[in-house]
Structures are given as C-alpha cells and as structure tokens.
T-cell receptor
Framework: DTAVSQTPKYLVTQMGNDKSIKCEQN?????MYWYKQDSKKFLKIMFS???????INETVPNRFSPKSPDKAHLNLHINSLELGDSAVYFC??????????????FGPGTRLTVL | GQQVMQIPQYQHVQEGEDFTTYCNSS?????IQWYKQRPGGHPVFLIQ?????EVKKQKRLTFQFGEAKKNSSLHITATQTTDVGTYFC??????????????FGQGTILTVHP
C-alpha cells in the first residue's frame, strides 16, 4: 500500500480555473505538508497541518487554500490559477513534526501545468 | 532568516568517479536530514545526523555533520548510474524550534555518464 498518495498525478488546466489536489497518508502520522517544487527543483514548503490544525502558512497567496478533514487527509484547493502556479506539488507527512526532527514521507507529486 | 545553501547545483561525473555535495546553514542546526529524488520521482529520506561531528555510512554513501553543526556533506564513492538524481539536505527551520518545518537546500543534481 502506498504510504502517501496524491491525486491527480498530472493536472493540465487553463489560467483562471479552480482546481484541487488531494492527499492521503496511511502512516498514522499527525503532521502533513504541502510543498511546491519549481522547474529548478527548489522545494519550498507551503503549508503544514498538525492534527487538522494549520501550523505553518508560508506566505502563500490566499488563492491557495488547504483543507484537512482529518489527520490522514490534506487537500489543496487553488483558485484562479496563474501561469506561475505551474510546478510539481508534493504532499508529505511526518510522525508529529516537532522541531523538524521527524523524517518526512513524500507523496508521488502532482505535476500542475497552467496554460 | 535561516538559509540552507547547497553546492554544487549540478555535478556531472563518469561512472566510477566520486561525488560530493556540501550543505551550509547560516544558523546552528539541531539535526540535518538528507533526501534523494530520482528523476520524475519524489524526495526519499536517506539519513538524519544529530550529533556534532557525526559520520554515518550507507554502503557507498558517507554523510558528515560538521563540528559546529552548521554544515554537512554527502560523499558517494565510485558512482553508479543508479545514483542519478537530486540530493537535498534539509534542516529544521530556526535551528529546531519551528514545528515540523524543514528548510531544504537547493539540491545538487547528479548525472552519471556510463
């Protein structure tokens, strides 16, 4: 079974559309994250949730809205997509996220292309 | 704010050559983690170093944590084509007090020519 899964794997859409990416982890972890990886492979954290509570919001435009219905799921909704949103988005989870000690387990990624 | 700098950005080697990537933090780190991302894949945890001066080995990979806990290195001996990918170091934001947040280095993209 996949530990951290994301859907869809690929997402191609027009500028101005609204889209969602879903993430689920079956590791029993308390903390989940969204990262954005640009074309130069730079990994930047966007959000972190611990037990459904928002912990980190890294100056991400408010067009991005994470939602955590339970601690095993963290979805990302993006409104009014822009060309600059094109990237690979990774979901990740860790045991409890305290102090950055925990190993992070990444999902397979969602490649978003905005045309 | 805290920065984690990683060099080189790219490294091309012939199969059998050694490879090293370096990671430097602007602040002291409580620990440092290393991840590998294969082309088209996702980052996968390799190892975590916690102690000052710590050295850990995984087969052909040797990881070091500096005495001041502000730098780290990953050395691969006799690279193989299976080593291709991007290697990231990551340290906890603000030295370890920020909840779950890792600051990733820019990554080193390794290509190995057979």
């Amino acid at each position: 079974d996949t530990a951290v899964s994301q859907t869809p794997k690929y997402l191609v859409t027009q500028m101005g559309n609204d889209k969602s990416i879903k993430c689920e982890q079956n590791l029993g972890h308390d903390t989940m994250y969204w990262y954005k990886q640009d074309s130069k492979k730079f990994l930047k954290i966007m959000f972190s949730y611990n037990n459904k509570e928002l912990i980190i919001n890294e100056t991400v435009p408010n067009r991005f809205s994470p939602k955590s219905p339970d601690k095993a799921h963290l979805n990302l909704h993006i409104n009014s997509l822009e060309l600059g949103d094109s990237a690979v988005y990774f979901c990740a989870s860790s045991q409890d996220g305290t102090g950055g000690i925990d190993t992070q387990y990444f999902g397979p990624g969602t490649r978003l292309t905005v045309l | 704010g805290q920065q984690v700098m990683q060099i080189p950005q790219y490294q091309h080697v012939q199969e059998g050559e050694d490879f090293t990537t370096y990671c430097n933090s602007s602040t002291t780190l409580s620990n440092i983690q290393w991840y590998k991302q294969r082309p088209g894949g996702h980052p996968v945890f390799l190892i975590q170093l916690v102690k000052s001066g710590e050295v850990k080995k995984q087969k052909r990979l040797t990881f070091q944590f500096g005495e001041a806990k502000k730098n780290s290195s990953l050395h691969i001996t006799a690279t193989q084509t299976t080593d291709v990918g991007t290697y990231f170091c990551a340290g906890p934001k603000n030295g370890g007090t920020s909840y779950g947040k890792l600051t990733f280095g820019q990554g080193t993209i390794l290509t190995v020519h057979p």
